[in-house]
């Protein structure tokens, strides 16, 4: 038997399809003989692991690992699968070992990495264990040789999610448990149409694993899986994680043809620059068909930077994005990376001001605050700080204080992010999800929304940010939802 582990990822609305083990379990059917634990519903994954373990052969315990908290968890099972069953193989997958294959293999409770796409790597590494071979042919692996060294094998031609089979998702136990109300809906699903971006963004984590690469299910498909979910399960809503489902307009438009009569609503991500080249036909097939919201990364107010960045958008298109798609009734929701290294200050007060237009264009768009949170990236990290930080050379060390409040982005301690810069970023977040409190928080009331516009709006009306300590107490009174953090 093969155990699928997907350790806890974050607080309860995060209970959704554990979509990676549930890749890697499509294609181990009628080849292995394989369980699921997801520490997102199990509250003690271990015993789970100790109960298969004990009434079963296990071969290995293959582990989803994304950076953040779900490494933080897989960290104390891996071990103690390590300390109980030394002889057990344990595979990690996912992005966490995907960006630092190194840092994974430095841990003595993990043996094989996978590094992106995971199917076919993760069947040949089986084939390669089973028969006893080595595995130096299997692409996308690395590894520790017989010395301890590290062996990273080529990569993996990048595949079509067409060509594996579905996921199986009635291996997950009571399905419904996993479909959450939203804002979108009462059941509310996830889906992953394609894997990959064809962008080199110098900020994103996507880059260094797909280098451009990206391949989309076939829109029949998304619907056919989604109206299998409706009809077996009711599902009203579902939130598409694709890094970009709006690539080519005549296949959102075939897909928005299929999804229409399923009546969904739901969530996207797709590109400001690419959403704007849409026809006014498309977008309003993309309303009619469910379309709620729409992530664009928006990043900058500053061309020079968004040019640096890589990012093959300006500043412009994102005002034009913000006033266009209103009469469509899509709300778009604009992330911005805050704290350009190369003058920190300045960059935070105009991408402040920009926001500020976005509002007036447009008041239902919605905002996410980002600090700048650097991943190593093949083309050079931008604002000029390679050779400034020092990534941890353990999972242990990412584990730390000091590198997890790194990774969810709470407390960066950036060397070129002065102090009151960070607090001048952190309060205007406070301030603006106050006075425009988000439609993603079903739980916030007609009253609770009433309150927080109240104490806010003065500070908003003229920019005082400067600690809004009883805007961040109404806030945590009241428990708000943080779409930075939570929808993606
Ligand atoms: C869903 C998601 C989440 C969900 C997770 C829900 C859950 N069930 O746990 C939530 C909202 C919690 C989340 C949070 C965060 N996320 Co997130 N998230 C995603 C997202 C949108 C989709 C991931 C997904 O399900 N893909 C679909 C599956 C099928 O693909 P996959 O996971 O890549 O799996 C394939 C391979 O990786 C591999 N594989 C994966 N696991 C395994 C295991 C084994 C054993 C094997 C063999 C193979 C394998 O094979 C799979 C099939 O090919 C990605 C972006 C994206 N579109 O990929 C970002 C992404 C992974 N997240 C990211 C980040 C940074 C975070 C946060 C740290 C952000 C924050 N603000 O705090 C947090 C914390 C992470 C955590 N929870 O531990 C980054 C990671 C890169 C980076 N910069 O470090 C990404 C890439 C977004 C981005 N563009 O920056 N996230």
């Given amino acids: 038997m093969?155990?699928?582990?997907?350790?806890?990822?974050?607080?309860?609305?995060?209970?959704?399809?554990?979509?990676?083990?549930?890749?890697?379990?499509?294609?181990?059917?009628?080849n292995a003989d394989y369980a699921i634990v997801d520490g997102n519903l199990d509250p003690h994954p271990e015993l789970a692991l100790d109960?298969?373990?004990?009434?079963?052969?296990?071969?290995?315990?293959?582990?989803?690992?994304?950076?953040?908290?779900?490494?933080?968890?897989?960290?104390?099972?891996?071990?103690?699968?390590?300390?109980?069953?030394?002889?057990?193989?344990?595979?990690?997958?996912?992005?966490?070992?995907?960006?630092?294959?190194?840092?994974?293999?430095?841990?003595?409770?993990?043996?094989?990495?996978?590094?992106?796409?995971?199917?076919?790597?993760?069947?040949?590494?089986l084939a390669a264990l089973r028969a006893g071979r080595g595995f130096a042919a299997v692409r996308g692996l690395s590894y520790k040789d017989q010395f301890g060294l590290h062996v990273h094998n080529p990569e993996r031609p990048l595949r079509s999610p067409n060509d594996f089979p579905r996921?199986?998702?009635h291996r997950l136990g009571d399905v419904r448990r996993y479909l959450l109300p939203t804002y979108l809906g009462r059941r509310t699903a996830v889906h992953h149409a394609s894997i990959g971006c064809p962008y080199r963004c110098r900020f994103c984590g996507v880059v260094p694993i797909f280098e451009s690469r990206q391949k989309t299910e076939d829109p029949a498909r998304t619907a056919a899986v989604l109206e299998g979910l409706q009809r077996d399960y009711g599902i009203d809503a579902v939130q598409f994680y694709d890094n970009n489902f709006f690539l080519s307009e005549s296949r959102a438009m075939e897909?928005?043809?299929?999804?229409?009569?399923?009546?969904l609503r739901w969530w996207a991500e797709g590109r400001v620059d690419t959403l704007l080249r849409y026809s006014d036909s498309t977008l309003a097939a993309l309303k009619r068909a469910g379309a709620t919201m729409i992530f664009c990364g928006a990043e900058s107010s500053n061309n020079r930077v968004l040019a640096d960045m890589?990012?093959?958008?300006?500043?412009?298109?994102?005002?034009?994005?913000?006033?266009?798609?209103?009469?469509?009734?899509?709300?778009?929701?604009f992330s911005f990376v805050f704290g350009d290294p190369r003058d920190p200050e300045t960059d935070t007060r105009d991408t402040i001001r920009f926001i500020r237009k976005i509002k007036r264009l447009n008041p239902q768009a919605e905002i996410i605050v980002q600090h700048y949170i650097p991943t190593p990236s093949p083309d050079g990290m931008y604002g000029g700080i390679d050779g400034q930080i020092q990534f941890p050379r353990t999972p242990d060390e990412w584990a730390s204080q000091r590198w997890y409040d790194y990774t969810i982005r709470r407390d960066p301690a950036l060397p070129w992010l002065p102090g009151q810069v960070k607090?001048?970023?952190?309060?205007?977040e406070?301030?603006?999800?106050?006075?425009?409190?988000?439609?993603?928080?079903?739980?916030?009331?007609?009253?609770?929304?009433?309150?927080?516009?109240g104490i806010s709006s003065w500070r908003y009306a003229v920019g005082f940010y400067d600690f809004p300590l009883e805007v961040a107490w109404a806030q945590k009174l009241m428990t708000l939802r943080k779409p930075r953090m939570e929808s993606l």
């Fill in 2 to 30: 093969i155990i699928l582990l997907h350790p806890r990822s974050g607080r309860p609305h995060n209970r959704r399809f554990p979509l990676s083990i549930l890749s890697i379990g499509a294609v181990l059917e009628g």
């Fill in 255 to 263: 897909q928005a043809e299929l999804l229409a009569p399923l009546n």
């Fill in 167 to 169: 996921l199986p998702y």
């Fill in 310 to 333: 890589n990012k093959q958008l300006t500043a412009e298109q994102t005002l034009e994005l913000a006033e266009r798609i209103r009469k469509f009734g899509i709300i778009p929701e």
């Fill in 51 to 125: 109960r298969l373990i004990a009434s079963h052969h296990v071969e290995a315990v293959a582990v989803s690992v994304m950076p953040g908290p779900q490494m933080v968890t897989a960290i104390p099972l891996s071990k103690h699968i390590r300390g109980r069953y030394p002889k057990i193989p344990i595979v990690w997958g996912g992005y966490f070992p995907s960006l630092y294959a190194d840092t994974a293999l430095n841990a003595g409770y993990v043996d094989f990495a996978i590094r992106g796409q995971g199917e076919d790597t993760f069947l040949e590494w």
């Fill in 423 to 428: 607090r001048l970023i952190d309060d205007f």
């Fill in 430 to 453: 406070i301030v603006i999800s106050a006075r425009w409190p988000t439609v993603q928080d079903a739980h916030l009331g007609r009253w609770g929304r009433a309150l927080l516009k």
